[in-house]
């Protein structure tokens, strides 16, 4: 049990366009999601927390307009890259919160032309 | 603040020789603590956790962790190493909505 699934899970995308990356809990309902970007051969940086039915909780230095996140629901959260330059290329990660750990989506490998 | 420190960026070990990776953390609490194992452009697979209760963890793929509150370590380990086992390990520590990751151990498994 407690499946994740991020879509699509590589994605590529023209410099000044939008992209949008979905991120399910399959088997569980997850009130709080969570957001990571790693940068190749480095660690995860925790992005945001997005918590279902209210304003995600932006890291310092991660620019809320620019990484859009949504959890409408109890099941989905996802990241919208806006007018994506190809400094946003990247690995994201998203998890979802079950009791005291997070299950971890199998990552969008994002880039940008 | 929480933090996690994976000294050790590279290790090399020989196929069927032992391994400990090591993780040093600072936690303002009895913190939970996770070991996962990310292969290239994969996701992270949880290898073993500590909670509370016995201080020595057995994981997955014949993982163990043991954690020392008086060093503030939770060191994986391996008694044999397997080729499979080349991957990139992160020690993580954290509750709830806040969790910190190491910056990694890359595994080398030489035949």
């Known amino acids: 049990g407690a499946v994740v699934s991020q879509h699509p899970s590589r994605v590529i995308c023209k410099s000044g366009t939008s992209v949008k990356i979905e991120c399910r809990s399959l088997?569980?309902?997850?009130?709080?999601m969570f957001w990571y970007r790693q940068f190749p051969k480095k660690s995860l940086m925790l992005m945001a927390t997005?918590?279902?039915?209210?304003?995600?909780?932006?890291e310092q230095g991660v620019e809320k307009d620019k990484f859009l996140i949504n959890h409408a629901s109890l099941t989905l959260s996802t990241l919208t890259v806006t007018s994506a330059h190809p400094e946003d290329s990247s690995f994201y990660i998203c998890?979802?919160?079950?009791?005291?750990?997070?299950?971890f989506g199998p990552g969008t490998r994002l880039t940008v032309t | 603040a929480q933090s996690v420190t994976q000294p050790d960026i590279h290790i090399t070990v020989s196929e069927g020789a032992s391994l400990e990776l090591r993780c040093n953390y600072s936690?303002?609490?009895?913190?939970?603590l996770f070991w996962y194992v990310q292969s290239p452009g994969q996701g992270l697979q949880l290898l073993l956790k500590?909670?509370?209760?016995?201080?020595l963890v057995q994981g997955i793929k014949g993982f163990e962790a043991e954690f020392k509150r008086s060093q503030s370590s939770f060191n994986l380990r391996k008694p044999s190493v397997h080729w499979s086992d080349a991957a990139e390990y992160f020690c993580?520590?954290?509750?709830?909505?806040?969790?910190?990751f190491g910056a990694g151990t890359r595994l080398t498994v030489k035949p």
């Open positions: 088997d569980f309902q997850a009130t709080t």
């Open positions: 500590y909670f509370s209760g016995d201080t």
């Open positions: 936690y303002g609490a009895t913190p939970y």
């Open positions: 998890s979802a919160r079950r009791g005291h750990e997070q299950y």
């Open positions: 997005s918590n279902e039915g209210s304003k995600a909780t932006y």
């Open positions: 993580a520590v954290g509750a709830f909505n806040d969790m910190r």
